[in-house]
């Protein structure tokens, strides 16, 4: 029972240091080579003037990593009997609250360099902005977005690969 804990603890921590991880690479990749590659290559875009759109391209490639990501932990966990989607949507929970929280903390602080850190902290879901501009609003949908696409990403990718099983492209890796 005891290892079951710690293994369980570690994945909530991985999970939430890969979510973090991939959350601010997708910021610096959308600020440097989002912006100066495709800004160069399409000047149509006007990414400079454009930072809904800027943001909007900076999401997909963190979208794509914690698709994969979360596709490969339904696929390991259905592959060794282990599939626990409720657990998979506690921690995404808690770490999309945890997540949320300087957005709630922004609100309340008076220093212009500490709101501008925590405002790029959700650069990503910055094209969000069409609902609302206020930071809480956007971060909050953008926050949800992740949450929801990490979930259903588990979801689905489990029935992929049991319907893949099914047809006898793959086998359990471990025996019962």
Not at 8 to 37: N, P, Q
Not at 115 to 131: H, N, P, Q
Request: aromatic residues 14%; contains cysteine; charged residues 20%.
């Amino acid at each position: 029972m005891e290892r079951d804990s710690l293994k369980d603890l570690l994945y909530c921590l991985s999970r939430f240091g890969l979510f973090w991880a991939i959350t601010v690479f997708g910021i610096i990749i959308g600020k440097t080579a989002v912006l100066g590659v495709i800004g160069t290559i399409i000047p149509r875009l006007r990414l400079y003037d454009n930072t809904e759109l800027l943001s909007l391209l900076s999401c997909i490639i963190p979208a794509i990593m914690l698709i994969m990501l979360f596709a490969d932990d339904a696929k390991r966990h259905t592959a060794y009997k282990a599939y626990r989607p409720l657990f998979v949507t506690i921690v995404m929970l808690v770490t999309g609250i945890v997540y949320y929280i300087p957005a709630i903390i922004a609100g309340y602080l008076t220093e212009e360099r500490a709101v501008d850190a925590i405002t790029e902290l959700y650069f990503t879901s910055y094209w969000l902005t069409f609902v609302s501009d206020k930071l809480e609003v956007y971060a909050l949908l953008g926050t949800i977005f992740w949450v929801a696409l990490c979930i259903l990403t588990y979801v689905i990718a489990r029935r992929v690969y049991l319907h893949k099983f099914e047809n006898g492209e793959y086998e359990y890796e471990v025996q019962g």
